[in-house]
């Protein structure tokens, strides 16, 4: 089994700053990709910032400057430094992986949780 399990959610004021980490575990062949997600109330969930194996990343417009994806290869671990935060970065933060697991030929989609960031104005 698969398991992404997310930390570092909360409450911050607006200009403060949150690190999110999420921890892949299990019977993994190999991750392509990890990335985070974003849910407001009432919204779609949006792509935050994602990066390959290969080290492309990708950001959301509205995060740019201010998001930094990372990760540990080594713990299968990504992370999401978040400065300058706003309250409209508000939302549950979902992490996600495109992974293959061991003795399966194709890569599934894993989701985490979710980690609640609440940011105050």
């Known amino acids: 089994q698969v398991q992404l399990v997310e930390s570092g959610g909360g409450l911050v004021q607006a200009g403060g700053s949150l690190r999110l980490s999420c921890a892949a575990s299990g019977s993994i062949f190999i991750i392509n990709a990890m990335g985070w997600y974003r849910q407001a109330p009432g919204k779609e969930r949006e792509l935050v910032a994602a990066?390959?194996?290969?080290?492309?990343?990708n950001y959301a417009d509205s995060v740019k400057g201010r998001f930094t994806i990372s990760r540990d290869n080594a713990k299968n671990t990504v992370y999401l430094q978040m400065n300058s935060l706003r309250p409209e970065d508000t939302a549950v933060y979902y992490c996600?992986?495109?992974?293959?697991?061991?003795?399966?030929?194709?890569?599934?989609?894993?989701w985490g949780q979710g980690t609640q960031v609440t940011v105050s104005s």
């Open positions: 990066l390959t194996s290969g080290g492309n990343t």
């Open positions: 996600n992986a495109d992974l293959r697991p061991r003795g399966h030929v194709y890569s599934y989609d894993y």
